[in-house]
């Protein structure tokens, strides 16, 4: 086990227990061809509703124009530790059907995509950091998404760098412990706020 394995109450499977999301990528490393198309296609077969895959993305390649453009959007923090990773990957969703009705739903569907490739992408001995923090207008703008697709996220991809190529306040969160509410409190049953008698936190 790593040392970031989360201590969840039962064991689930390694890829989720494992998966955690780091600043400090690898500046040299890059992925190749087989790799990428394999990250896509786990985003590309994820569930949707009516199976209208709502999702559309942009994706980059450190070195590259469309890398740049989507860097150049993300918040000045994010933007300074997300520009050694190997892959910037912008998840945008549809917002309307084609007869002009709102997509409900559009943007969760969109998040088990990114969910899938984050997965698909520890399978491959990758690391995921997605953000929200990005400038949503300029990069409409700079990527030419039409009216109608909203951004949701940039999913920064790439290979592990040690926690101390960070400077002390982002390496204190790199290395913090990982953590999240307990069961009790986010799983309920009967009514808001009763927990579901099931299970015990780990």
Do not use: C, K
């Not at 469309?66 to 959007?73: C, E, S």
């Not at 998840?91 to 997509?103: C, F, I, K, M, Y």
């Not at 697709?149 to 760098?161: D, E, F, M, N, R």
């Amino acid at each position: 086990m790593s040392p970031r394995t989360a201590n969840t109450a039962v064991s689930v499977h390694p890829l989720l227990a494992e998966r955690w999301s780091p600043r400090s990528f690898d500046a040299a490393h890059t992925v190749g061809d087989e790799d990428l198309v394999s990250l896509l296609e786990a985003a590309r077969w994820a569930p949707s509703a009516y199976n209208r895959q709502p999702w559309r993305f942009l994706v980059g390649r450190r070195g590259d124009s469309t890398y740049q453009r989507i860097l150049d959007a993300l918040g000045s923090t994010n933007r300074f530790w997300a520009g050694n990773s190997s892959l910037l990957v912008a998840a945008v969703a549809a917002e309307r059907l084609d007869d002009g009705s709102p997509l409900y739903g559009a943007a969760y569907d969109t998040g088990l995509a990114v969910a899938q490739l984050s997965v698909q992408a520890h399978a491959l001995g990758l690391h995921t950091h997605q953000m929200g923090g990005f400038d949503r207008d300029r990069l409409r703008a700079s990527l030419g998404v039409p009216e109608g697709y909203q951004p949701q996220s940039v999913t920064a991809i790439g290979s592990l760098a040690p926690a101390d190529l960070l400077p002390p306040d982002l390496r204190a969160r790199e290395t913090a412990a990982r953590e999240r509410r307990p069961l009790t409190e986010t799983f309920f049953a009967e009514q808001w706020g009763t927990p579901l008698p099931v299970g015990q936190d780990g």
